[in-house]
T-cell receptor, first 112, second 115 residues
Framework: GNSVTQMEGPVTLSEEAFLTINCTYT??????LFWYVQYPGEGLQLLLK?????DKGSNKGFEATYRKETTSFHLEKGSVQVSDSAVYFC???????????FGTGTRLTVIP | NAGVTQTPKFQVLKTGQSMTLQCAQD?????MYWYRQDPGMGLRLIYY???????DKGEVPNGYNVSRLNKREFSLRLESAAPSQTSVYFC??????????????FGEGSRLTVL
């Protein structure tokens, strides 16, 4: 079946540190992959996406590369800010399926 | 620009009581969804509506019913609430289903506690 596995949190970093949140997936065929972010008290919002192998999604300084050989879509940011504190969800979508499959989420806290 | 609006934001129920969560979107989207979010389990799909007049079960539909009242509105009903339904509920919408762009637009959530 389709599933997404994210690294366990919570993750606490100092401001300007490098961030990696790991995400691996299980799916048949060629899914599209996404990172969503949930700020405190808000709903989820799309952060970035990649729809085919070797694509790199990027937004707000965050990047993730679709690696089919390792079935991974790790989220990275070179220098985190306090305002990046949030819960990050990896997700996948299959062509023809009317649903997103979400990972369990990783809480990031950035301290000054 | 309202986007996706959910009501109520907070609700406390006793076991066995019923209630309806309301959701409305103003983006002219065809597809709407109800998810629940539980600690350590991410988001799980309860029901979705691919278009006006259609609804389908998701991963965890038991204990819930839905109504796609019109293109804008998609309600979630708990007929007899149970403590296991304590959760945060999110409504979401998208233009033509997740296989299109994958971008779901979420409401702010409704926190439900069942005692």
């Amino acid at each position: 079946g389709n599933s997404v596995t994210q690294m366990e949190g919570p993750v606490t970093l100092s401001e300007e540190a490098f961030l990696t949140i790991n995400c691996t997936y299980t799916a048949t065929g060629y899914p599209s992959l996404f990172w969503y972010v949930q700020y405190p008290g808000e709903g989820l919002q799309l952060l970035l996406k990649a729809t085919k192998a070797d694509d790199k999604g990027s937004n707000k300084g965050f990047e993730a590369t679709y690696r089919k050989e390792t079935t991974s879509f790790h989220l990275e940011k070179g220098s985190v800010q306090v305002s990046d504190s949030a819960v990050y969800f990896c997700a996948l979508s299959k062509t023809g399926a009317n649903n997103l499959f979400f990972g369990t989420g990783t809480r990031l806290t950035v301290i000054p | 620009n309202a986007g996706v609006t959910q009501t109520p934001k907070f609700q406390v129920l006793k076991t066995g009581q019923s209630m309806t969560l309301q959701c409305a979107q103003d983006m002219n989207h065809n597809s709407m969804y109800w998810y629940r979010q539980d600690p350590g389990m991410g988001l799980r799909l309860i029901y979705y509506s691919a278009s006006e007049g259609t609804t389908d079960k998701g991963e965890v539909p038991n204990g819930y019913n839905v109504s796609r009242l019109n293109k804008r509105e998609f309600s979630l009903r708990l007929e007899s609430a149970a403590p296991s339904q304590t959760s945060v509920y999110f409504c979401a919408s998208t233009r033509e289903g997740t296989s299109d762009t994958g971008e779901l637009f979420f409401g702010e959530g409704s926190r439900l506690t069942v005692l």
